[in-house]
């Protein structure tokens, strides 16, 4: 089972940048698809980019071509380079190793690691 660690979070305000930096522990990192999910006030923690273990990455729509997802699998880091951020980027940022379902829809699975707070500034 893989645990992580998150780190990056910050004040920031609207149009500016953050970068995201994950570090997992545990085997099975390589071989695993991870995600960085947010969860913001009074809302349920949703996925926000994946990344597949040789590289390849999905977003939801809302943060596609702002938000850059990307791993070392040498060093079980998996980083979210966020720019252009808006104050409905506000919130607690984790990763998880992810499970696909049956319909091909991400799923989390394992542990969750504290987070990262990220507050935008309107």
């Known amino acids: 089972q893989v645990q992580f660690e998150e780190s990056g979070g910050g004040l920031v305000q609207a149009g500016g940048s953050l970068r995201l930096s994950c570090v997992a522990s545990g085997s099975g990192f390589s071989m695993s698809d991870i995600g960085w999910f947010r969860q913001a006030p009074a809302k349920q923690r949703e996925l926000v980019a994946a990344i597949r273990p040789g590289g390849q990455t999905n977003y939801i729509r809302s943060v596609k071509n702002r938000f850059i997802i990307s791993r070392d699998n040498a060093t079980n880091t998996v980083d979210l380079q966020m720019n252009n951020l808006g104050p409905e980027d506000t919130g607690v940022y984790y990763c998880?190793?992810?499970?696909?379902?049956?319909?091909?829809?991400?799923?989390?699975?394992?542990?969750w690691g504290q987070g990262t707070q990220v507050t935008v500034s309107s």
């Open positions: 998880c190793q992810l499970g696909v379902g049956y319909n091909g829809a991400y799923y989390p699975t394992g542990s």
